[in-house]
């Protein structure tokens, strides 16, 4: 069975520095999905950032870029210029080929003003 | 358009009650998920359903679990003789095939 792993439960970044969120996961699989979702106080979960497996590039979506890394199973977050709105969960998924989706416990993210 | 919809937003219920929660999915959506969210954890799986095969249930934690979807539509999640461990928030999520989920506003159920 697929797992997810983010090994920091709480991070801090000072406002405008840039901060990176560790993944890794284990498959057999060769064709997967990757993604980071940001859970706010809200609650709401929102998408920042998918990467397919088959790709070699990494994904970027304006301040938010992977650095993904197949071989070692390895999919980390990104985030540069920190903002203040970029407080929240973070929780990284991995999609298997039967579309079963599979969340690391998260980790939370404190910017400091 | 209209994204995933749940409700209620809210459910208080006593111990030993029984409860059901509503997930409308977007659209066109072939797969919908249900995961249970306690306070200050992850997402953990419940159950998940795919067109018309049969669904994935090797999340659902006890017995007292069950979930229902019609064709690509409504769900619901049954939550049978409560128990305060129960008390989470209850998110659905709806996705098209291969691509990212979308998820719902959760349902926060509270068992007094």
């Known amino acids: 069975a697929q797992t997810v792993t983010q090994s920091q439960p709480e991070m801090s970044v000072q406002e405008a520095e840039t901060v990176t969120l560790s993944c890794t996961y284990d498959t057999s699989e060769s064709d997967y999905y990757l993604f980071w979702y940001k859970q706010p106080p809200s609650r709401q979960m929102i998408l920042v950032i998918r990467q397919e497996a088959y790709k070699q590039q990494n994904a970027t979506e304006n301040r938010f870029s992977v650095n993904f890394q197949k071989a070692a199973k390895s999919f980390s977050l990104k985030i540069s210029d920190s903002q203040l709105g970029d407080a929240a969960m973070y929780f990284c998924a991995y999609r298997n080929r039967d579309d079963k989706i599979i969340f690391g416990k998260g980790t939370r993210l404190h910017i400091l003003p | 358009g209209a994204g995933v919809s749940q409700s209620p937003s809210n459910k208080v219920t006593e111990k030993g009650k029984d409860v059901e929660l509503r997930c409308d999915p977007i659209?066109?959506?072939?797969?919908l998920y249900w995961y249970r969210q306690r306070l200050g954890q992850g997402l953990e799986f419940l159950i998940y359903f795919q067109g018309n095969s049969a669904p994935d249930k090797s999340g659902l934690p006890s017995d007292r679990f069950s979930a229902e979807r019609t064709g690509e539509s409504v769900s619901t999640l049954t939550i049978q003789r409560t128990q305060q461990e129960d008390s989470a928030v209850y998110l659905c999520a709806s996705s098209p095939s291969t691509y990212e989920q979308y998820f719902g506003p959760g349902t926060r159920l509270t068992v007094t």
């Open positions: 659209s066109g959506h072939t797969a």
